[in-house]
C-alpha cells in the first residue's frame, strides 16, 4: 500500500496518495488498539482463571491459591464454587458436581461422601 501511495504522488496524484497513506496509518493504528485490548482482556481472564480455595489449615479457614493446594488441605466449597483439585469428599450435603467438561454429561451428578469405618488395627505380621 505504501508502494502504491509512491507510485500514485510520483504520477501527481497527491489526493490518491493522501488518501492511500491515511488508509494505511489508520488500519496501523485501529491494529495496534484492538491488539492492546485483546492482550488486556487476556491479562483479566487469566487472573480470573487462577482460582482460590477456601481451606483448613492448621484449624483455621484460609484461602490460598490452588496452584498451593497440598494433600492434606481440607476444602470448604459453597454452591457455585469451581473444585480446584482431586479431592476425597469427608462430609456432602445434597452435593451435586457438573462433570460437563469431563464427561460431557448435561445434567450434574450427586456426589456422596463414603462413610468412614475405624478398622482394628493390625500388627506387622498381620495378625489381630
Not at 103 to 114: D, L, N
Amino acid at each position: 500500500m505504501i508502494a502504491a501511495a509512491l507510485v500514485s504522488a510520483f504520477l501527481g496524484e497527491f489526493v490518491d496518495a493522501f488518501v492511500i497513506l491515511f488508509t494505511v496509518i489508520l488500519a496501523g493504528v485501529l491494529g495496534f488498539v484492538q491488539e492492546y485490548r485483546a492482550e488486556e482482556s487476556i491479562k483479566l481472564l487469566k487472573s480470573l482463571t487462577s482460582p482460590e480455595a477456601l481451606v483448613v489449615r492448621d484449624g483455621k479457614e484460609v484461602k490460598v491459591l490452588s496452584s498451593l493446594l497440598v494433600p492434606g488441605d481440607i476444602l470448604l466449597l459453597q454452591a457455585g464454587d469451581r473444585i480446584p483439585a482431586d479431592a476425597r469428599l469427608l462430609e456432602a450435603l445434597s452435593l451435586q458436581i457438573d462433570e460437563s467438561s469431563l464427561t460431557g454429561e448435561s445434567v450434574p451428578v450427586e456426589k456422596k461422601a463414603p462413610r468412614f469405618t475405624l478398622l482394628k488395627p493390625r500388627s506387622l505380621t498381620g495378625k489381630t
